[in-house]
């Protein structure tokens, strides 16, 4: 594994072999304006399909402007290294369902859990000024990156203080993640749930259920919650990225020590 050049408040750690995964991939480090300027300590976000975050050449359907976001958030005192794990293509539905669908297969998510738990974090944790203690390492992701990170706050409470899911794919596996989470226990931390008015009744109906059951388990909305249905909000990165600052403003803003201003 190579580290190249720093470009900005980006830096490549390329060639990051899974042996969870018996695969390779790159993975893009976003760090916050302040990092080269001070000593400090961070905490940290991981995401999911990197390729989306920032590059307008890697991306599926446009990015999630992360970069600006990240300034925008700085200017409110919440800063945070991000890390963008990139899905690995053909292998992405398996690896980010953690439970099998009788149509779409799948059910790799707990390898690939496994991957950010045991090989990605200790890797940065090592190589950069972070804050490695739960209260301050996160999970984020979209559709079915959404999907396993969601799963991975109640699967890894141990790893995960806080968790983003912007239109989780909710549905796979005849909506398992929802039994799941009734059945397990209750972590602390912060939960940020949100969907689209216009993904369709099922996808409302789905998070609505979620959402019951969370409360039910004593998540607060507004708290230790954040639930939005966002009018006129569709399944695309474009409206991702709208979404991208409030998500992560409530959940920086909960991280224990963080300087707000």
């Avoid at 940290?44 to 399909?49: C, E, G, L, R, T």
């Avoid at 999907?147 to 890894?156: K, P, Q, T």
């Avoid at 398992?176 to 989470?181: E, G, K, L, R, S």
């Avoid at 998540?219 to 639930?227: H, I, M, T």
Wanted: net charge positive.
């Amino acid at each position: 594994m190579a580290e190249a050049s720093t470009a900005g408040t980006r830096r490549v750690l390329a060639r990051v072999r899974s042996p969870q995964l018996e695969n390779v991939r790159d993975l893009d480090i976003f760090l916050p304006p302040s990092y080269a300027r001070t000593r400090r300590r961070y905490p940290v976000i991981y995401m999911q399909d990197g390729q989306n975050l920032a590059d307008p050449e890697r991306a599926f359907a446009g990015t999630w402007e992360l970069p600006r976001a990240l300034r925008q958030l700085a200017g409110r005192g919440l800063e945070a290294i991000v890390v963008g794990i990139p899905n690995s293509g053909v292998e992405r539905l398996r690896e980010y369902s953690p439970f099998a669908d009788a149509r779409h297969g799948g059910g790799g998510g707990d390898a690939y859990l496994a991957f950010v738990e045991r090989t990605v974090k200790p890797l940065v944790d090592r190589r950069l000024r972070t804050r490695p203690e739960r209260e301050a390492t996160g999970i984020f992701g979209s559709s079915m990156g959404g999907l396993i990170s969601l799963y991975a706050f109640f699967r890894a409470p141990e790893t995960f203080g806080f968790m983003g899911a912007m239109s989780p794919s909710l549905w796979f596996g005849n909506r398992a993640v929802i039994d799941y989470i009734e059945a397990d226990g209750t972590p602390p931390g912060q939960l940020y749930l949100d969907v689209g008015t216009e993904e369709g009744a099922g996808t409302l109906r789905d998070a609505r259920q979620l959402v019951d059951v969370l409360e039910r388990k004593g998540y607060a909305q507004g708290k230790s919650l954040s639930f939005a249905a966002v009018e006129g909000g569709r399944h695309h990165e474009a409206h991702w990225a709208e979404r991208l600052v409030p998500a992560l403003e409530f959940l920086l803003g909960a991280v224990p020590g963080i300087r707000r201003r």
